[in-house]
Nanobody
Framework: QVQLVESGGGLVQAGGSLRLSCAASESIFRITHMAWYRQAPGKERELVARITSAGSTNYADSVKGRFTISKNNAKNTVYLQMNSLKPEDTAVYYC????????WGKGTQVTVSS
């Protein structure tokens, strides 16, 4: 059982930045991949960014060039650096991990005001 705890959400003005963190309860070195998803009100949950155990990354088109996913294996933590935030980035952001099974955190709210 992998437990994931997100932090770093909050309220920010358009054009601002936030860094989300996802702390895992065990070594992320073993985890196949970790990702950030988001869900806005009335919309389906969507993939934002993913990073594999080897460090390969991929991003949703809507965040390419603005968001960066990274990880620190020693701290068992994955990050999402979000720059040039837009109101449409407003959502609950969830951390996701795949290690045989799929695990989710409880989410952290990000609100971008115009």
């Amino acid at each position: 059982q992998v437990q994931l705890v997100e932090s770093g959400g909050g309220l920010v003005q358009a054009g601002g930045s936030l860094r989300l963190s996802c702390a895992a309860s065990e070594s992320i070195f073993r985890i196949t991949h970790m990702a950030w998803y988001r869900q806005a009100p009335g919309k389906e949950r969507e993939l934002v960014a993913r990073i594999t155990s080897a460090g390969s990354t991929n991003y949703a088109d809507s965040v390419k060039g603005r968001f960066t996913i990274s990880k620190n294996n020693a701290k068992n933590t994955v990050y999402l650096q979000m720059n040039s935030l837009k109101p449409e980035d407003t959502a609950v952001y969830y951390c996701n991990a795949v290690l045989g099974l799929v695990y989710w955190g409880k989410g952290t709210q990000v609100t971008v005001s115009s």
